[in-house]
């Protein structure tokens, strides 16, 4: 059976359309099993239907016009229950249904096997038996197999529209589904980028030339940054001071130690430059990869491009132009900064990566250009859709292909209402963040680099909410000494004075190891991380506090912040070299301030004594992203659980509120800083639980604001009180749905009504 199981694999996947995969699978199915009939049944979910699509052993008049109601039948039981159904005698079992159009009555024997992708179960293979039949375990493995191999076919099929033609009444096809990274509506057509070059082909090669592989290696780097200036100085009006600091980001990356002392060193070692680079990029991929913070691990495809750039001018290539069509949509596996920058802004309608999440670049500078875009869409067939038809859903993350009629009109219509709401929101900018009973709440940034230039936008926040300082420790081949941290700390300092910029302290560990500090961990989430690493090196933790304290000098906007701290000693011990940095200071002539110092809430330690910190530091600001992974015990990039992490759980809620309740014994404020800060649904929550000030990316500061000038602190307090009875997280969010409705911003987080 397994040669039968590797043949008829090997047809399904040279068939030229899913008609053909069909019929191979029923004729061959029942030949290898020896049953009297083998069908297809496909689930049209759209009109709540299963629609026989192929059969051999029943009358063939019946394909496409035999549909059993969805959930009828024994085809019904195998899709909700998604697992095999075998019986001897299906005529007895009580969901048994006859149809006599396909002249099953005279068989007994039923194997139904569910044909499953990404949990969703897509349709049913059936087995019968004219006599009483239970089929063999190996049998029932054999299809389950081949039901499997079925689940990719059809899926392709109904992103190229084969399968609503097949189906003969032109119903729309369904989306495919990824990750919302961007908000808005995008139509338009698909153009497919690539990468043009490929470091994973380059092989290994002996040079003895190594000064002319090291001019080379240097001439390319050069070239890749007069790129990347080239490509900042394209988009820099179009985004914000945040998202143009990835630009500083790549250059930081570009210039590296790692990078470029990494790959001279194994080009001294007797490596021609391509081979020497292709390895650098490998293990300062690898080190990115193995990070549990999304943000950080996104950085690993940045790493990646650049390695592509760079390998591009080695091999002296030019990319060939691209004729960009009047509504684009940027399509690819992976799409770089230079391809986006590349597509002029008036011509870009949306983006879609098969891989990557809202964390990646493509997400970040969609949302600073305001591009819609969807993230790991995996079942998108890149090499199938140039020129065709696309919307991309940045609400849902959604995407459809070749769409028909009634799909496009709905988001044409939807487009327009986005257009209008747009314009609605930028009339917000400069207005107060202020409720209609008068309560005002500050919006922060959460960022990690800062451009030097002072672009459009960065006036709309109150000021930098969590400024994360990993990233340049991170891109070096040793810790950063004094003055180079200063010379970062304070230019982030300078651009939002007088305004307060919150610095988080170092936050390594486990996922976030450094090149050259490494350290190997079974469980990086509850290992040595955060404040835990800095207080077992003081002399790191005493640097950067130094730096950050020299930089505040005569600008008094500086705030530190504390990660990962999940007892009260790691405050007291925290804060003794804190102040015995700043007395050295004082010793050695700088006129530094001590500044107010907070404490990052993001472990259940933390929440359970909210108040003895509040009692020991100036302010807390509350993690929800780590907080809701270890309250719920999920790690939302495990794709396993990762249904289970959501910030609405009730145990979510409570924990905020004894956040709170032990900060106001002291009369401390609290902050939020994660993504359920920059979420206009959370606002009621937030609003009506008393948080003084939120802290998100650029991107959702005017949606939030939107929300706080929409609706008073007494009617958050309301549906905070409703919200607090539910049980559900569910539930919880269907309350704030209905509550955004009812004030006229649905819009916000999902399109239409």
Known sequence: MLESLRRIVQEVNNAPDLEQALTIIVRRVKQAVNADVCSVYLNDFENRRHVLHATEGLRQDAVGRVRLELGRGLIGLVSERAEPI????????????????????RYHGFLGAPIIQNRKVLGVLVLRQRRRRHFAEDEVTFVMTLASQLAGAITYARTSGELARLQHDGIPQRFLPGLAASPGIGIGVAVVVYPAA????????????????????????????????????????????????????????????????????RIRAGNWAPGALRDTIAEHARVFDNMDDAYLRERASDVRDLGRCILMHLQNQTAAPIQYPPQTILVGEEISAMQIADVPREKLMGMVSTTGSGSSHVGILARGMGVPAAMGVSDLPVGRVEGR???????RGRVYVSPGPAVRSEYQRLAADDEALSAELQALRHLPAETTDGYLIPLYLNTGLVSETRPLGIEESAGVGLYRTELPFIVRDSFPGEGAQMANYRRVLELFAPRPVTIRTLDIGGDKPLPYFPMHEANPFLGWRGIRITLDHPEIFLTQVRAILRAAIGLDNLQLLLPMVSTVTEVD????????????????????????????IEVPAAVYQAEALARRVD???????????????????????????????????RALLQILTGARLHGKEVSVCGEMAGDPLATFLLLGMGVHSLSMGAGSLLRVKKVIRSISKARAREVLKVALQCEEPSAVRRLLLDALETVGLGALVRPGR
């Not at 002319?212 to 001071?241: G, I, P, Y």
């Not at 011990?573 to 301030?593: F, K, N, P, S, T």
């Open 86 to 105: 075998n019986l001897d005698n299906a005529a007895t079992h009580p969901r048994y249904e006859c149809i006599i159009d396909t002249g099953e009555e």
């Open 198 to 265: 490929d470091l994973d082909a380059v092989p290994d090669r002996r040079s003895d030339e190594a000064e002319a592989e090291t001019a080379d290696f240097r001439r390319a780097v050069q070239k890749v940054a007069s790129d990347l200036d080239r490509f900042a100085a394209r988009t820099q009006a179009h985004l914000s001071a945040e998202d143009m600091a990835l630009f500083d980001a790549w250059r930081l990356m570009l210039e590296s130690d790692t990078l470029i002392d990494g790959t001279l060193t």
């Open 389 to 395: 038809e696309m919307v991309v859903d940045g609400y």
């Open 573 to 600: 011990d925290a804060m003794q070299l804190i102040r015995r940095a700043h007395d050295e200071l004082l010793e050695e002539g700088y006129q530094v301030r001590m500044p107010p110092v907070g404490v990052m």
């Open 619 to 653: 302010f807390l600001s509350v993690g929800t992203n780590d907080l809701t992974q270890y309250l719920l015990a999920v790690d939302r990039n495990n794709p396993h659980v990762a249904k289970l992490y959501n910030e609405y759980h009730p145990a979510v809620l």
